[in-house]
T-cell receptor
């Protein structure tokens, strides 16, 4: 049972335009959501996160939106740059004794063309 | 920063042999480390939580006797795949929690190693 889903395996965007990566989840116990960026042969790198008490969090070019009722979140990258090309993973976490345990989506390969 | 290393980065072994993978936090002490595995084009799946000085806790469906985890010090956790079979071939990634950088508003204190590619022939 895939509790966190990224339904788009890949996304191609022109440099300077907006990249929107989507993520859906099913477990209502998740209260924290994170986005990671991963290059080949490297581990995931933390990008941005959002708590379930918020609906938006912004950090520079990256903004994450959370729609709790729809159990959906998205990552917006504006403007997109060729260096943003990587695999992006959405992850979810629950609190309590599950602290630190992350449930990942399948990842979306983002390609930003010059 | 917080750096996590893994060794080896890739390993090829024969079926039936055991393979040990090391995960080290290089510039911080990690009381908790996690082990994940990733199959091609799939998500990272949490296998177990490794706590320094105590037994690891395994996720449902993960055989603890097959995937031995030892967290002997605050900077080292090891995963041993015992009697490896071709179906164990996968990408294994560890992560470590750095409480010194913990920011509970971001939860960005978990740092990942580069991963180990295991191929069992």
């Amino acid at each position: 049972d895939q509790q966190v889903k990224q339904n788009s395996p890949s996304l191609s965007v022109q440099e300077g335009r907006i990249s929107i990566l989507n993520c859906d989840y099913t477990n209502s116990m998740f209260d924290y959501f994170l986005w990671y960026k991963k290059y080949p042969a490297e581990g995931p790198t933390f990008l941005i996160s959002i708590s379930s008490i918020k609906d938006k969090n912004e950090d520079g070019r990256f903004t994450v939106f959370l729609n709790k009722s729809a159990k959906h979140l998205s990552l917006h990258i504006v403007p997109s740059q060729p260096g943003d090309s990587a695999v992006y993973f959405c992850a979810a976490a629950a609190g309590g004794t599950s602290y630190g345990k992350l449930t990942f989506g399948q990842g979306t390969i983002l390609t930003v063309h010059p | 920063g917080a750096v996590v290393s893994q060794h080896p980065s890739w390993v090829i072994c024969k079926s039936g042999t055991s393979v040990k993978i090391e995960c080290r936090s290089l510039d911080f002490q990690a009381t908790t480390m996690f082990w994940y595995r990733q199959f091609p084009k799939q998500s990272l799946m949490l296998m177990a939580t490794s706590n320094e000085g105590s037994k690891a806790t395994y996720e449902q469906g993960v055989e603890k006797d097959k995937f031995l985890i030892n967290h002997a010090s605050l900077t080292l956790s090891t995963l041993t795949v015992t009697s490896a079979h071709p179906e164990d071939s996968s990408f294994y990634i560890c992560s470590a929690l750095n409480p010194g950088l913990a920011d509970l508003t971001t939860r960005g204190e978990q740092f990942f190693g580069p991963g180990t590619r295991l191929t069992v022939l």
